[in-house]
């Protein structure tokens, strides 16, 4: 039994309890209620598991308009298409004004009648016409830009959509929770900061009896934690999920309305609604946040003129809330009010309800700008009313069947366990499976989707001289103008792949990676710093790979042309566009050869990330081909001599002394020994230097007077021309004397 609470003497001070927040006292016959953090909360449910549940699953319209209200963005889409409408507004007001005449068709300006009335309206109203389409436009705009931009970079891949979008609902399902949780274990705490306390023995005499008794009627077993506030103007009162805060006003309230206004919140505490509130607000706590600070100080500095600046700055706020998080929550508050005025037909306090509804009291109010808000969604007091007396006068409910009477029953319902047997099995044979799943998926991920797979695969394909393998490796193959030239290079004999591969060092820095890999190549260890990206395409539509950037090492090769090769393969002339790119490897590049001239083989060794390769092929004088260039130098020589005339045409030599003289013959008697410089592949310079220079003799005789005496002279021998290569023959055009 519970000791009765009676007045203390009058002169006796009284004793207020301690604000020591426990567990709600067992009505008579009760077993001790259980504490810890759920203390007082409803009877009725298995465990507060279930108790959670019930309340967190009960609105799902209320959830998601917290939900898309706050984690779409719709205050800030709201404030963008205002101001958006309003640009687009001014652009089309002037438009309209202005350019409306060149708008119309030249049929329609023609017409009889229609062309003068509508360049008539157009003159008066273009300019309003071009506003409002403006303002729409903009504002459509502006709106859809919010929700659509953040959701952009998925166009292309519709897993990372879906994701993001569960991402997105987890997230704010867990801030819901976690905030639900925070309101109901920490709501004592709560309450006190906000002014509530405890009850005085004198207020504890007079409200508890009644609990007492309306709770018994109702079928509960236990009463939530009864507090006071200080009030004595307003008579109001408010359940939270383990609380019942009344004004001292009540206090002087007739015993029926007071019972009356009990049953009611007894109903919202064993329903649990307050449950379903604290979830709504927290999967929109940032919204509800926002929220907050508007309407306090609109309730703390009440004046038209607070209120006016205060909407200017958070109306994308206000009217979020009020437009679409609270008509949407309205539903569920609506009924739980008609849920609740049926406690009093239950309690046998019918008339002190009405009585309280006839007096427009408002017996529920907020004590924060969600409460307020919430409580301004209740239905109105004539509805309530007319329900209450229908469910009275019947016995049922408003809409329910009339031959089900009012009971706790159907008002309350049953709260079963969380789940069956079965359920749990397969809840968690789910788990396993996902768990299983997102396990393999991690495998997959790690061991073919990672920055050092992606390297290991590159060098891989090189390795196996597969040229379409090592390009699907890389980011950017914009430089590839010929991949079958590509492929031939690498199938060539003479190259070799990078080898000794090794990753000694990775860092990631979100979707980038700059790995340092260690290999050896054309017989040297080297290491180079090769940088990837993630790719945004999905592979399986749930693997994102990585790629290399980079990779392609472009050939700077002076000469190109026939007879210019890398590994066996000619490469091409010369010619305006992008130069040759090369994959990672040692080439063998061989240059044309000639009568002339051969080119010694080169090695060109090209590194990951090495700026551009260089390819130097100089050809070089065969040593047979200055023999050759002599010998032919002398045949010409020697046939220069077999002629007998002062000045040989053609010839490096003549005879100075007398243009008249006869029997003129010629001799070499030193031939020039001769530099022999290469000009091209096939070309080369000849010429003879001053210390090598030949000698010539020339002889015959000369008349002078009638008189013919001989002479013999000499005279040096210098060689100059172009010494050329024909097939395997070398030719010599002699300089121009």
């Not at 007071?258 to 604290?278: F, K, M, P, Q, Y």
Request: charge should be negative; glycine fraction near 10%; hydrophobic fraction near 45%.
């Amino acid at each position: 039994m519970t000791e009765p609470h009676t007045v203390p003497p009058e002169g006796t001070p009284p004793t207020v309890p301690q604000l020591d927040i426990r567990a709600a006292e067992p009505l008579a016959g009760d077993s001790p209620p259980s504490t810890g953090g759920f203390a007082d909360r409803p009877p009725g449910y298995p465990s507060a598991l279930v108790w959670l549940r019930a309340g967190i699953l009960r609105d799902w319209r209320g959830v998601l308009g917290a939900f898309v209200a706050t984690w779409f963005y719709l205050p800030v889409a709201l404030l963008l298409a205002f101001w958006g409408g309003l640009s687009f507004a001014v652009a089309g007001l002037f438009a309209g004004a202005f350019g409306t005449d060149d708008q119309v068709p030249q049929v329609l300006r023609d017409a009889p009648l229609i062309g003068s009335l509508l360049e008539a309206f157009l003159s008066r109203s273009g300019g309003v016409l071009g506003g409002v389409v403006g303002f729409v436009v903009g504002f459509l705009i502006g709106f859809l830009a919010v929700l659509v931009l953040p959701w952009l970079g998925t166009t292309g891949d519709p897993f990372a959509l879906v994701t993001g979008l569960v991402g997105t609902v987890v997230a704010a399902a867990l801030i819901g929770v976690l905030y639900t949780l925070y309101r109901v274990l920490l709501e004592p705490r709560l309450l006190v900061v906000s002014g509530a306390r405890q009850p005085s023995r004198r207020e504890y005499a007079r409200l508890r009896p009644v609990l007492d008794d309306c709770a018994r009627r109702l079928g509960l077993p236990a009463v939530p934690r009864l507090l006071m506030e200080d009030d004595p103007v307003l008579s109001n009162a408010r359940t939270y999920a383990r609380h019942v805060v009344v004004t001292t006003a009540v206090l002087s309230e007739p015993e029926d309305e007071v019972a009356a206004l009990l049953s009611h919140e007894l109903v919202h505490w064993r329903t649990g609604d307050e449950i379903t509130s604290a979830f709504v607000r927290g999967v929109g706590l940032p919204l509800t946040l926002a929220h907050a600070l508007p309407t306090w100080l609109m309730r703390t500095f009440p004046h038209p003129a607070t209120n006016f600046v205060v909407f200017l700055f958070f109306w994308p706020v206000l009217l979020t809330m009020r437009y679409v998080v609270l008509p949407l929550h309205a539903r569920d508050v609506r009924a739980a009010e008609y849920r609740a005025d049926l406690g009093a037909v239950l309690t046998g306090h019918v008339d002190g309800m009405r009585r309280v509804l006839e007096r427009r009291l408002s017996f529920e109010t907020g004590r924060s700008g969600w409460d307020e808000a919430v409580c301004a969604t209740h239905p109105p007091h004539e509805l309530r009313l007319d329900a209450l007396d229908r469910a009275s006068v019947a016995g049922v409910p408003a809409g329910a069947d009339e031959q089900a009477p009012v009971t706790a029953e159907r008002l309350f319902g049953h709260s079963g366990p969380v789940g069956t047997r079965r359920t749990w099995l397969l809840v968690g044979v789910l788990m396993l499976a996902a768990c299983v799943g997102t396990g393999g998926l991690g495998v997959v991920q790690w061991a073919f989707f990672r920055p050092q797979a992606a390297v290991d695969g590159y060098f891989s394909a090189l390795a196996d001289r597969d040229s379409d393998a090592a390009l699907g490796f890389l980011a950017d193959q914009s430089g590839v103008t010929d991949r079958k030239l590509l492929a031939q290079l690498l199938r060539g004999k003479g190259y070799q792949p990078p080898t000794d591969v090794e990753i000694s060092e990775l860092e990631r820095d979100g979707d980038s990676a700059t790995a340092t890999v260690a290999y050896r190549l054309a017989g040297e260890r080297r290491t180079a710093g090769v940088t990837l990206r993630r790719d945004d395409r999905a592979t399986a539509v749930l693997f994102h790979g990585w790629q290399l950037s980079g990779g392609l090492v472009p050939l700077d090769a002076p000469i190109a042309g026939p007879g210019v090769r890398l590994n066996g393969v000619e490469l091409p002339g010369v010619s305006e566009g992008p130069p040759l790119v090369l994959l990672p490897g040692s080439y063998t590049a061989t240059g044309p050869s000639s009568a002339l001239s051969e080119t010694p083989t080169e090695t060109v060794a090209v590194g990951p990330g090495q700026g551009a390769a260089t390819l130097q092929l100089a050809p070089v004088l065969k040593p047979a081909a200055i023999e050759a260039v002599e010998a032919r130098v002398r045949a010409w020589l020697d046939e220069c001599a077999k002629q007998t005339v002062v000045a040989p045409p053609g010839c490096p030599f003549r005879y100075y002394g007398s243009s008249t003289a006869q029997k003129v013959t010629w001799k070499i008697l030193e031939y020039p020994r001769l530099a022999v410089e290469l000009t091209g592949p096939a070309t080369a310079q000849v010429a003879t230097p001053y210390e090598t220079q030949g000698k010539v003799q020339v002889s015959g005789t000369t008349t002078y007077f009638g008189t013919s005496s001989p002479f013999t002279d000499e005279d040096a021998l210098t060689v100059a021309g172009v010494a050329t290569a024909d097939g395997d023959n070398v030719t010599f055009r002699p300089a121009a004397n």
